[in-house]
């Protein structure tokens, strides 16, 4: 079983930024991919960026390129999401995930969630 654990939002003003980081912790894998996800009341959870296991290869969701970067560490196990030029719209729980596999971005592909971490942007 893996445990992840998502730290780093918060309450920040449209312009800024706030930096996201997931700790895996308990069974890890060796060759899979991580993600984030985010979900605003009422809507679905949606995907923001995933990274592959090697750190080689990234996609990001339109709404999130040129702002957002993911990148990951091995060695600590953790995975990042810097948020800049936040928007109001980026107003969500932001979710990390991993996939026992290659790099995708479809939601249910994913095996372990975190519980969550919000980020509120305000206007």
């Known amino acids: 079983q893996v445990q992840l654990v998502e730290s780093g939002g918060g309450l920040v003003q449209a312009g800024g930024s706030l930096r996201l980081s997931c700790a895996a912790s308990?069974?890890?894998?060796?060759?899979?991919?991580m993600g984030w996800f985010r979900q605003a009341p009422g809507k679905e959870r949606d995907f923001v960026a995933t990274i592959s296991w090697s750190g080689g290869s990234t996609y990001y969701a339109e709404s999130v390129k040129g702002r957002f970067t993911i990148s990951r560490d091995k060695a600590k196990n953790t995975v990042y999401l810097q948020m800049n030029s936040l928007k109001p719209e980026d107003t969500a729980v932001y979710y990390c995930?991993?996939?026992?596999?290659?790099?995708?971005?479809?939601?249910?592909?994913?095996?372990?969630w975190g519980q969550g971490t919000q980020v509120t942007v305000s206007s």
């Open positions: 308990g069974r890890t894998f060796n060759n899979g991919a």
């Open positions: 995930a991993a996939v026992r596999g290659v790099i995708t971005t479809r939601r249910n592909a994913y095996d372990y």
